[in-house]
Nanobody, 131 residues
Framework: EVQLVESGGGLVQAGGSLRLSCAVS????????IGWFRQAPGKEREGVSC????????YYADSVKGRFTISSDNAKNTVYLQMNSLKPEDAAVYYC????????????????????????WGQGTQVIVSS
């Protein structure tokens, strides 16, 4: 059974940092990509970042480029999203996601795949940024 479990969300002041984790079971990060999405109240879900299975490719939405860093610890089967210089507009529920076909994940995060919904999702972790 595939499971993705996010953690690390919380309340932080603007300008602060948080590190989100996505612990994966049911498949290996050696063979699958992981994407991060976020959704704020009243807004559409937004693709934030993605890392390919080989770690050779990472993607960042323009809104987070230069502030967020995605990384993967394959030994722990965990993907991290380091978020620095947080802004109030970063507040959202953050979800990690994956697909049976690993080639689809980063394309979906980037909004470049006809089917936007990933196959597997975590339960989400909330990030609140106070101004």
């Amino acid at each position: 059974e595939v499971q993705l479990v996010e953690s690390g969300g919380g309340l932080v002041q603007a300008g602060g940092s948080l590190r989100l984790s996505c612990a994966v079971s049911g498949f290996s990060l050696d063979t699958h990509a992981i994407g991060w999405f976020r959704q704020a109240p009243g807004k559409e879900r937004e693709g934030v970042s993605c890392i390919s299975s080989s770690h050779s490719t990472t993607y960042y939405a323009d809104s987070v480029k230069g502030r967020f860093t995605i990384s993967s610890d394959n030994a722990k089967n965990t993907v991290y999203l380091q978020m620095n210089s947080l802004k109030p507009e970063d507040a959202a529920v953050y979800y990690c996601a994956a697909d049976s076909d690993p080639l689809e994940t980063c394309l979906k995060v980037a909004g470049l795949f006809e089917k936007s919904e990933s196959d597997y999702w975590g339960q989400g972790t909330q990030v609140i940024v106070s101004s």
